[in-house]
């Protein structure tokens, strides 16, 4: 039974985190902090557990963490526990600067932690067998990715998030779009950006893959008519669209925890959504940021 600690008290943190590590048979939520000590104590006496006002007085107490808190308040947490010794499973993304991804990939490569960070679709069955299939086809010249949000409409559960509404698309659901083209297409040589209207960003890609180029738009504050989530893959074989994924953030979370607990039993560190790819996630982010506020091209070092 691995023991973990949740970071974090809003609607993502109670709803799928607290949820899904509730349910799990071999995970036990020992606790949890949040930066509001009232939130943070109505969540855990939810589930019976303990709230803690001090960060490292929880992090003594379990054997890995999950955090579900904004990127940059992330980072900071993730260096902490891993430098403590603590598995760590994070969400997207990993942290709102290349040089902030890279002192949490330094902390748990020192430490020798395990890491999973939690790209929803990536932990979706029908999914990984797509982009595993996909992959293996080959022949792709490309992506055509459309991710259209609405989440400052009344009932949103996003919608007073400051960092969503200070980042915007490129940063919410650009790890999205991401996390399920690079499988498929390899990493990110080059990027060009470019600013819609509401907030909205277009991404050019060069891929390493077979010179390989997807289009990628952005926004989370489309209008609700035009609300919008694909991806297609297009190429030698034709078109492929990318399905939507099978059953609840909260079944996917479970998968997740799943796939850190077996890393943890076998001692093995090389998860394909690690703090590694997250970092990859996190630098084109900040290239397609470069791009779009000094407009030109930025390359990514190989």
């Not at 000590?37 to 963490?65: I, T």
């Not at 791009?291 to 990514?300: H, I, K, P, Q, Y």
């Amino acid at each position: 039974m691995l023991r973990f600690g949740l970071f974090g008290t809003g609607h993502w943190a109670a709803q799928t985190h607290a949820a899904a590590l509730d349910a799990h048979p071999q995970a036990e939520l020992a606790g949890v902090w949040g930066r509001d000590p009232g939130k943070a104590r109505s969540l855990a006496e939810r589930h019976g557990v303990p709230a803690f006002d001090d960060m490292d007085a929880l992090l003594d107490a379990v054997d890995a963490v999950a955090v579900a808190l904004p990127p940059d308040v992330q980072a900071d947490i993730a260096v902490r526990a891993a430098t403590a010794g603590r598995h760590l499973l994070l969400d997207k993304p990993l942290a709102l600067s290349t040089v902030d991804a890279d002192r949490v990939v330094t902390a748990a490569a020192q430490a020798g932690v395990a890491s999973v960070v939690f790209f929803t679709s990536r932990f979706q069955p029908n999914v990984a067998a797509f982009l595993a299939s996909t992959a293996a086809v080959g022949g792709w010249h490309g992506a055509q990715v459309t991710m259209f949000a609405s989440i400052f409409q009344p009932g949103s559960p996003y919608g007073r998030s400051p960092w969503r509404r200070e980042h915007g698309g490129l940063w919410d659901v650009g790890p999205h779009a991401l996390s399920v083209i690079l499988p498929v297409l390899g990493r990110v040589t080059r990027v060009a950006a470019m600013d819609g209207p509401r907030g909205a960003v277009h991404l050019l890609l060069d891929h390493a893959f077979a010179g390989a180029t997807s289009t990628v738009s952005l926004s989370l504050d489309a209008p609700p008519e035009a609300k919008r989530n694909e991806v297609l893959f297009h190429g030698e074989n034709g078109v492929e669209r990318v399905p939507p994924g099978d059953g609840s953030p909260v079944t996917a979370f479970g998968v997740a925890l799943d796939q850190l607990i077996e890393e943890v039993d076998a001692g093995t560190r090389d998860h394909h959504c690690d703090v590694r790819f997250g970092r990859e996630v996190v630098a084109v982010l900040d290239a397609a940021g470069t791009a779009c506020t000094e407009g030109r091209t930025v390359s990514l070092p190989g």
